[in-house]
């Protein structure tokens, strides 16, 4: 299928602008998604049988005539119903749109502009399970606005963007006042087993309320057969105002996966907590321990038993400490 009078096809090459990407050919293009639903029983709260996110997405990659490989992403998620005993024959929801972006790849690597996932994402080697997972992450998990820049080159892999969103006027001080938040970070493997990423995201102030971010973390993960074992560390040091001093959050998580002989059941642990500078008011460190179940049925559906325990340093009286979570998914390609 020829793509030169597509809009996206233009709106590439014209970004690429080198002679050689003038006309681009389609060669794969697919749709996937998933009905997801849990039901969550927290403690001294309603069960909530709801959506974890119903999604649908389309992608594709066509090769240019200059020898890159062109594609784009788009991704929809619907949240839960807004009108759940309402009419049978209604239901609303929340429409979200994860990802929309266009990319360019070749052997020096990929370069990805629009709503993306963070790369900084690639230190969360503890993000592997459900509700439960990643419970204290600190760097958002997509970015919008964005221009990607990620490369593999075999024992070690380097990322790095910009988030440009161009709203409002940043005021005097900031660190970078062009834009919105840098990301970086470089990837280690070890032979087979072990995967390391170091990064960090720094986002600036953005307008008189606004808040400035240093993010640093680093990721650890060891895989050798049926077990993976990760832990990774995540800081940030926040301002409120450029003149104001900072304070500091600190994040350290552990997952452990174990997948049974009969290779379909995998069994999870987790444990994560944060500690916030809080100066001389009470601490508030929030511990949390997880244990979860998973199940693969085939035909692409899956289910899962989670439970969590929350522990919070001062916390109220109706403070939920225990969940517990089943989930249900059924993904398509």
Do not use: C
Not at 188 to 195: D, L, M, R, T, Y
Not at 264 to 277: A, H, I, K, Q
Request: no cysteine; charged share 20%.
């Amino acid at each position: 299928m020829n793509l030169k009078k597509s809009a996206l096809a233009v709106a590439v090459a014209s970004i690429i602008a080198t002679p050689a990407a003038t006309t681009v050919y389609a060669a794969d293009h697919s749709w996937n998604g998933r009905v997801h639903y849990r039901l969550e029983m927290d403690e001294d709260e309603d069960l909530s049988m709801h959506s974890a996110g119903h999604r649908i997405a389309v992608g594709g990659s066509a090769d240019s005539n200059g020898g890159q490989k062109i594609g784009y992403f788009v991704e929809g998620e619907i949240q839960s119903d807004t009108n759940p005993v309402g009419p049978a024959s209604r239901s609303g929801g929340d429409l979200e749109w994860r990802h929309h972006n266009v990319y360019i790849s070749g052997d020096w690597g990929e370069a990805r502009i629009g709503r993306q996932n963070n790369p900084h994402n690639q230190v969360y080697k503890t993000d592997i399970f459900e509700r439960e997972s990643g419970p204290h992450q600190i760097a958002p998990f997509r970015v919008g606005d964005a221009a990607i820049y990620s490369g593999d080159f075999g024992v070690f892999g380097l990322y790095g963007g910009l988030v440009m969103d161009g709203q409002g006027v940043e005021p005097t001080g900031t660190s970078f006042a062009d834009f919105d938040s840098i990301i970086y970070g470089a990837n280690f493997n070890i032979g087979k087993s072990v995967a390391i990423t170091v990064g960090g995201q720094e986002i600036d102030i953005e307008g008189s309320t606004g808040v400035e971010h240093s993010i640093v973390g680093v990721g650890a993960s060891w895989s050798a057969g049926s077990w993976y074992v990760a832990g990774e560390y995540e800081t940030d040091s926040v301002k409120t105002a450029p003149s104001a001093p900072s304070s500091d959050v600190d994040v350290f998580a552990l997952a452990v996966l174990w997948k049974m002989p009969n290779g379909n059941t995998s069994l999870g642990g987790g444990y994560s907590v944060e500690s916030p500078d809080t100066g001389s008011a009470p601490s508030q460190d929030e511990t949390r321990i997880m244990l979860g179940a998973y199940h693969n049925l085939g035909g692409g559906a899956d289910t899962y038993l989670e439970y969590g325990d929350t522990d919070l340093d001062n916390a109220p009286s109706n403070f939920p400490s225990t969940r517990i979570t089943w989930g249900f998914r059924v993904k398509w390609n």
